[in-house]
């Protein structure tokens, strides 16, 4: 594989199933999806399986993110991107983190959709796993 196709550094601390994924190649020019069928599956949800049993009770159009773009300083830092999930009228805890490398297709997702002045939140999709329980994919073509 060449070297421009990594998504970005894995995060080895996580068990294989929950490392998340998404790759730089479903993007055009300034991290555009290519299409409306881009996702990205959030990393770390083993130890949020509680809370994302309940989220998946939700009306699926009802779930969105709830967390913002990284701040300059987050950015300094490479500090992580922890997703909350904005559920009806109430907002969850961390339900997991946006896998390691691409978190500047989640901060442009973000941006995009406040710079033309849309709630600035990525439609989500609770899925249960045959073998590890619930996964959290971010829709993020949709902002497109």
């Known amino acids: 594989m060449a070297f421009w196709k990594k998504s970005g550094s894995v995060d080895e601390s996580l068990p294989k199933h929950d490392r998340g994924s998404g790759s730089f190649d479903d993007y055009l020019g300034v991290l555009v999806p290519k299409n409306k069928n881009i996702t990205i ?5 083993d130890a949020h ?6 989220l998946a009770a939700e009306p699926e159009d009802s779930l969105t993110t709830a967390t913002p773009a990284r701040s300059v300083d987050q950015e ?22 946006v ?5 500047s297709a989640y901060d442009e997702a973000v941006r995009r959709l406040d710079g033309r002045g849309d709630k600035p939140r990525i439609p ?7 073998k590890h329980g619930y996964r959290v ?3 993020i073509g949709l902002t497109k």
């Open 41 to 45: 599956r959030l990393a770390g949800s």
């Open 49 to 54: 399986q509680d809370e994302l049993a309940t």
């Open 76 to 97: 300094g830092v490479d500090a992580p991107i922890e997703v909350r999930i904005f559920a009806s009228r109430r907002v969850s805890g961390v339900v997991g983190t």
């Open 99 to 103: 896998p390691r490398g691409l978190e």
């Open 124 to 130: 989500v999709k609770v899925v249960k796993t045959k």
């Open 137 to 139: 994919d971010l829709l």
